[in-house]
């Protein structure tokens, strides 16, 4: 079975410039998420879906950050534009269902992203 | 105060030894949980769920604790493989704890 699918794997762009990230879930998975993880720190939730609804985007610095998922299968988050903190990999994941279910959530291989 | 908390270490444990991470979470409501491993400059994986009545898979052990509202990952008889970044998670709401850094050493 396929796994979690991202691209671009690595991104260098100078701040101030925009970037886009894409992920495909595991199929037939109807939650997906994106993460942000700084080196040294854990992942931090940015925006989760169900299908193609958003179920908590309170983390999402909305006044950059955009993402969606249209057709309630692959997704895209956006970066516009880019500061220097914004220098993480970002992580796209999916799961059967909601997490309260007990559903596993399973990761992509990430988006290496460096802003200079 | 952050949902999932987790002392970060890093624990620098020899072969063989037994080792033992905790993570408070806020949420007193939460239902799910589970750790996960990640090694360095990898994704997240999943290492093993976390019930009430406590979990065991080989040399690895998860328990929760409810009312102290923590949840505990031990490993014992250390190998060096098990050097890694280990995260906890509260599933209901997709919240990991910064994780706790281990390395076993010959």
């Known amino acids: 079975e396929a796994g979690v699918a991202q691209s671009p794997r690595y991104k260098i762009i100078e701040k101030r410039q925009s970037v886009a990230f894409w992920c495909n879930p595991i199929?037939?998975?109807?939650?997906l998420y994106w993460y942000q993880q700084i080196l040294g720190q854990g992942p931090k939730l940015l925006i989760q879906f169900q299908n193609n609804g958003v179920v908590d985007d309170s983390q999402l610095p909305k006044d950059r950050f955009s993402a969606e998922r249209l057709k309630g299968v692959d997704s895209t988050l956006k970066i516009q534009p880019a500061k220097l903190e914004d220098s993480a990999v970002y992580l796209c994941?999916?799961?059967?269902?909601?997490?309260?279910?007990?559903?596993?959530?399973?990761f992509g291989e990430g988006s290496w992203l460096t802003v200079v | 105060r952050k949902e999932v908390e987790q002392d970060p270490g890093p624990f620098n444990v020899p072969e063989g030894a037994t080792v033992a991470f905790n993570c408070t979470y806020s949420?007193?409501?939460?239902?799910?949980f589970f750790w996960y491993r990640q090694d360095c400059r990898k994704e997240p994986k999943l290492l093993m769920s976390?019930?009430?009545s406590g979990n065991e898979d080989g040399r690895f052990t998860a328990q929760l604790n409810r009312a102290s509202q923590y949840i505990s990952l031990l490993i014992r008889d250390s190998k060096l493989s098990d050097s890694a970044t280990y995260l906890c998670v509260v599933n209901d709401r997709a919240r990991f704890g910064a994780g706790t850094r281990l390395t076993v050493k010959p």
């Open positions: 199929s037939g998975h109807a939650t």
């Open positions: 976390v019930y009430s």
């Open positions: 994941a999916s799961s059967l269902g909601l997490g309260a279910n007990g559903n596993t959530i399973y």
């Open positions: 949420n007193s409501a939460s239902q799910s």
